[in-house]
């Protein structure tokens, strides 16, 4: 046995499925080593679109995602959908082929310092050094990438050592993980604050999602009568037909639900990582109270300084502060009036009938044909402004935000992903025609893997988030740089062997993804979407009153 197929054993012993990436020289121990597993391995057509899939996968299961590249290029591919699992805490493990350790000394072909180089993008990367420590790598690996908070851990593995013989075998896997629990004090304090509260509201992140905290999070909001704010990448923790969910927050400018936070006397953040959503966008002077609840301590902020922190495993906490906080008959009934607005915007768009058609109404109509757990991957650009504030969720998971990196191009390879992790379930790639230009070459990837999911791309002929921005910044007329051709879409699918339409009507485009989701072949959108209704929006978030 050679050190790449000890690697690959500690692979399989860690319940890895998929490796995504790319073959090259310096990891030719590896491919091999791999071609004898059980583990499959993803051809994909770019080490982004490999790191994607991966950081999603992650996302997914709560399993780190593995990743593959050679050395030089092919490593620094790797870098920004490495960088996107750790910022939006993903679990992911990205494996680098190297030079051997007799070159490191001198210039050489294709040689980075990669331990250096993904340093600031990882939580903790290493190189193997010596065959005999594959096994404590591997598993430090896998336990730190999924260590709460989850995120991306990096192995970087020289040729030579890679062909070294090598005995032993992968470490024990303890997967009885103890739970943390949070100090009684902390948990009368809270109950205490929450009790006392007058406008309590909560604002719920990824962190409970997490923590598979879902149920215990609308229990706890339905028992005490407190309306629930999502972030982007909250959505989905309580259904949102709830009659306390007040959707998401989380858009630059001011919306509906900055009302509720405007007027409220106590913030209860359940898993929220301020990397979402900064505490200065709704707390600027620091004066709102806030009960942290989360696995983690509080991160420091000048805008979030928590009276109470209550640190542990979230749904015990929050079945704990139940039992002793008091809040009958103590609504928030302004936070719960707001509702009626917020469902009334979203339902003015249900039977608009422009074209090009408004982003509000193609979300409308996507929501409407998609189950409640079928599962939507946003790329980033103006679409996903739209879909944090009009694509709303039954259950967590079913529609992945990047809001913490937030890297454009991660749509089609995350929707790759998810239909490996759920080939039973419709799954949408919904992408500017920006995003969709950094990583189609991947759908050739899903048609060869076998993963049907429909692309579709809102169409406006520009970085339309970027345009929306400077005309905010410089006023309306005032942009630059920001526009630029497109293929045509539709060949450009058939091209590929898959499935395209366009939307020629606002009529259209319920049968269009009907029709598409229904293909046993990837299928592509064109959708031309009409991007007046960003600065429509801005303009009506200004005159927004929030009076009680």
């Given at each position: 046995m050679n050190t790449a197929?000890?690697?690959?054993?500690?692979?399989?012993?860690?319940?890895?499925?998929?490796?995504?990436?790319?073959?090259?020289?310096?990891?030719l121990h590896v491919l091999e080593a791999?071609?004898?597993?059980?583990?499959?391995?993803?051809?994909?057509?770019?080490?982004?679109?490999?790191a994607f899939m991966a950081d999603v996968y992650g996302r997914l299961t709560g399993k780190a995602g593995v990743c593959l590249s050679t050395l030089g290029p092919g490593a620094t591919n790797l870098m920004t959908g490495v960088a996107d699992a750790n910022l939006d805490g993903a679990p992911l493990v990205a494996i680098t082929g190297q030079v051997g350790?007799?070159?490191?000394?001198i210039e050489s072909h294709q040689y980075l310092d990669l331990v250096a180089m993904f340093a600031p993008v990882t939580k903790w990367n290493k190189q193997i050094v010596r065959p005999s420590i594959t096994p404590e790598v591997v598993r430090k690996a896998f336990k730190r990438s999924?260590?709460?908070?989850?995120?991306?851990?990096?192995?970087?593995?020289?040729?030579?050592?890679?062909?070294?013989?090598?005995?032993?075998?992968?470490?024990?896997?303890?997967?009885?993980?103890?739970?943390?629990?949070?100090?009684?004090?902390?948990?009368?304090?809270?109950?205490?604050?929450?009790?006392?509260?007058?406008?309590?509201?909560?604002?719920?992140?990824?962190?409970?999602?997490?923590?598979?905290?879902?149920?215990?999070?609308?229990?706890?909001?339905?028992?005490?009568?407190?309306?629930?704010?999502?972030?982007?990448?909250?959505?989905?923790v309580i259904p949102y037909t709830h009659p306390l969910a007040?959707?998401?927050?989380?858009?630059?400018?001011?919306?509906?639900?900055?009302?509720?936070?405007?007027?409220?006397?106590?913030?209860?953040?359940?898993?929220?990582?301020?990397?979402?959503?900064?505490?200065?966008?709704?707390?600027?002077?620091?004066?709102?109270?806030?009960?942290?609840?989360?696995?983690?301590?509080?991160?420091?902020?000048?805008?979030?300084?928590?009276?109470?922190?209550?640190?542990?495993?979230?749904?015990?906490?929050l079945v704990e502060i139940l039992k002793v906080a008091d809040r009958q008959g103590k609504p928030n009934p302004y936070a719960i009036s707001l509702r009626g607005n917020i469902r009334a915007d979203y339902e003015q768009y249900a039977n608009d009938d422009g074209y090009p058609i408004k982003p509000?109404?193609?979300?409308?109509?996507?929501?409407?044909?998609?189950?409640?757990?079928?599962?939507?991957?946003?790329?980033?650009?103006?679409?996903?402004?739209?879909?944090?504030?009009?694509?709303?969720?039954?259950?967590?998971?079913?529609?992945?935000?990047?809001?913490?990196f937030a890297a454009m191009g991660i749509a089609i390879p995350g929707a790759l992903a998810a239909k490996l992790v759920y080939p039973n379930r419709k799954v949408v790639a919904a992408t500017g025609d920006g995003g969709f230009m950094m990583n189609c070459q991947e759908l050739e990837t899903a048609l060869r893997v076998g993963t049907p999911f429909v692309t579709l791309i809102f169409n406006d002929g520009g970085y339309g988030l970027i345009e929306w921005k400077q005309e905010n910044h410089f006023g309306k007329g005032h942009s630059s740089f920001v526009h630029f051709g497109n293929p045509d879409f539709v060949k450009l699918?058939?091209?590929?062997?898959?499935?395209?339409?366009?939307?020629?009507?606002a009529l259209d485009l319920i049968p269009v993804l009907k029709e598409a989701l229904a293909q046993d072949v990837p299928a592509v959108i064109d959708c031309p979407v009409d991007y007046r209704e960003n600065s429509r929006f801005t303009q009506k978030a200004g005159e927004l009153n929030c009076s009680v």
């Open positions: 197929e000890l690697l690959v054993k500690c692979l399989e012993n860690e319940g890895v499925e998929y490796v995504f990436g790319l073959p090259g020289e310096e990891n791999l071609r004898h597993s059980s583990i499959k391995f993803i051809t994909t057509r770019h080490e982004q679109g490999a350790t007799d070159r490191m000394h999924q260590t709460e908070k989850p995120g991306a851990v990096h192995i970087d593995l020289p040729e030579n050592i890679a062909a070294m013989p090598v005995e032993g075998k992968p470490l024990h896997k303890d997967n009885n993980i103890e739970k943390t629990y949070a100090s009684f004090a902390s948990i009368r304090a809270a109950a205490a604050a929450i009790s006392q509260a007058v406008n309590p509201l909560i604002l719920v992140g990824n962190g409970a999602i997490r923590a598979n905290a879902s149920d215990a999070v609308t229990q706890f909001a339905t028992q005490m009568n407190i309306p629930v704010a999502n972030t982007f990448m909250g959505k989905g007040l959707w998401s927050v989380g858009l630059q400018q001011r919306d509906f639900i900055t009302c509720g936070f405007d007027n409220t006397d106590l913030v209860i953040a359940i898993g929220y990582d301020l990397i979402e959503f900064s505490p200065k966008k709704w707390n600027p002077e620091g004066k709102i109270p806030i009960v942290h609840i989360g696995a983690d301590g509080a991160e420091i902020d000048s805008s979030y300084i928590p009276k109470v922190q209550v640190i542990g495993d979230i749904s015990d906490s509000q109404k193609l979300i409308y109509d996507l929501r409407q044909v998609m189950g409640p757990d079928d599962i939507v991957i946003s790329d980033v650009g103006a679409h996903k402004m739209w879909m944090a504030r009009h694509y709303h969720c039954h259950s967590p998971n079913t529609c992945i935000i990047s809001n913490g699918a058939e091209s590929m062997g898959l499935k395209g339409y366009r939307v020629e009507s």
